[in-house]
């Protein structure tokens, strides 16, 4: 069964870069039918799409965090990463990251979410 | 971008009931629509995908319906298990949004 877990620092000190790593086990990332993306949940409010990758390594960004974000994967370790720049205390958040069914573009695996607060 | 407005915001309801959640898109996204269930604490869970299908192991009590901008989830009749937050997204646009949650109280 595939499972997807984040990881990474839990505090990220302001102007710095937010990096997470998302590990997918029990399947291979390298899959047409899926591509990967990245969701975040500030504490008490919505979710909102940060920007998800294909295998092949094209990525779509949120308009409003694309000057910040960088998605990149990594097929020989199972992997997709997230990288946020120049952070404030509005980015703290638990961020998840997910697979996306093609040809649906819903994201029907989810892992556990990680919780990064973003604070001096 | 897309804009997803949900309604109610929230809504009280008790075990049995019938319950009805709208989705409505700022323009039309065709049946690119998918529902989430997220319970405190824990990831969101996929229910409905493209609208109107049922998400492999979902129960049955759950249902989509919509197409352009009007979208609705039912829940036929309400379990104990059922009392969440729900969200609705939009696929139809490669910038993906989502709804402002409603969240599903117990009267």
């Known amino acids: 069964q595939l499972q997807l877990q984040e990881s990474g620092p839990g505090l990220v000190k302001p102007s710095e870069t937010l990096s997470l790593t998302c590990t997918v086990s029990?399947?291979?990332?390298?899959?047409?039918?899926?591509?990967w993306g990245w969701i975040r949940q500030p504490p008490g409010k919505g979710l909102e799409w940060i920007g998800s990758?294909?295998?092949?390594?094209?990525?779509y960004y949120n308009p409003s965090l694309k000057s910040r974000v960088t998605i990149s994967v990594d097929t020989s370790k199972n992997q997709f990463s997230l990288k946020l720049s120049s952070v404030t205390a509005a980015d703290t958040a638990v961020y998840y990251c997910?697979?996306?069914?093609?040809?649906?573009?819903?994201?029907?695996?989810w892992g556990q979410g990680t919780m990064v607060t973003v604070s001096s | 971008d897309i804009q997803m407005t949900q309604s109610p915001s929230s809504l009280s309801a008790s075990v049995g009931d019938r319950v009805t959640i709208t989705c409505r898109a700022s323009?039309?996204?065709?049946?690119?629509l998918n529902w989430y269930q997220q319970k405190p604490g824990k990831a969101p869970k996929l229910l409905i995908y493209?609208?109107?299908s049922l998400q492999s192991g979902v129960p049955s009590r759950f249902s989509g319906s919509g197409s352009g901008t009007d979208f609705t989830l039912t829940i036929s009749s309400l379990q104990p298990e059922d009392f969440a937050t729900y969200y609705c997204?939009?696929?139809?646009?490669?910038?993906?949004?989502f709804g402002q949650g409603t969240r599903l109280e117990i009267k």
């Open positions: 997910a697979r996306t069914v093609t040809v649906s573009d819903a994201f029907d695996i």
């Open positions: 029990g399947g291979s990332i390298s899959s047409s039918s899926y591509y």
């Open positions: 990758i294909y295998y092949s390594g094209s990525t």
């Open positions: 323009q039309s996204i065709s049946s690119y």
């Open positions: 493209a609208a109107s």
């Open positions: 997204q939009q696929s139809y646009s490669t910038f993906i949004t």
